[in-house]
Nanobody, 111 residues
């Protein structure tokens, strides 16, 4: 059974940085595509970043150049490094693998 557990969210001032973690159990990171999504209150969930073994990571245009998705196979963890955060980045961030979602971690960026 695949399980994704996010952590690393918190409150940060605009311009600051956070690193989110997604610990994966029940499957290796070589299996399929891993993604980050986010959802602000009252808004539709949106794509943020995607990583797949053997492929170049992809990003939403809104985070390109600021966010970096990566993985640590030994720790079976997917990361989202978020730099130069903006208030518009405030949302619950979710890790996703195929049809499996994590519970999310809150990121709040103050102006």
């Amino acid at each position: 059974q695949v399980e994704l557990v996010e952590s690393g969210g918190g409150l940060v001032q605009a311009g600051g940085s956070l690193r989110l973690s997604c610990v994966v159990s029940g499957i290796t990171l070589r299996s399929g595509i891993f993604e980050w999504y986010r959802q602000a209150p009252g808004k539709e969930r949106e794509f943020v970043a995607r990583i797949r073994r053997g492929f170049i990571p992809t990003y939403a245009d809104s985070v390109q150049g600021r966010f970096t998705i990566s993985c640590d196979h030994a720790k079976n963890t997917v990361y989202l490094q978020m730099n130069n955060l903006k208030p518009e980045d405030t949302a619950v961030y979710y890790c996703k693998r195929e049809a499996t979602w994590g519970q999310g971690t809150q990121v709040t960026v103050s102006s």
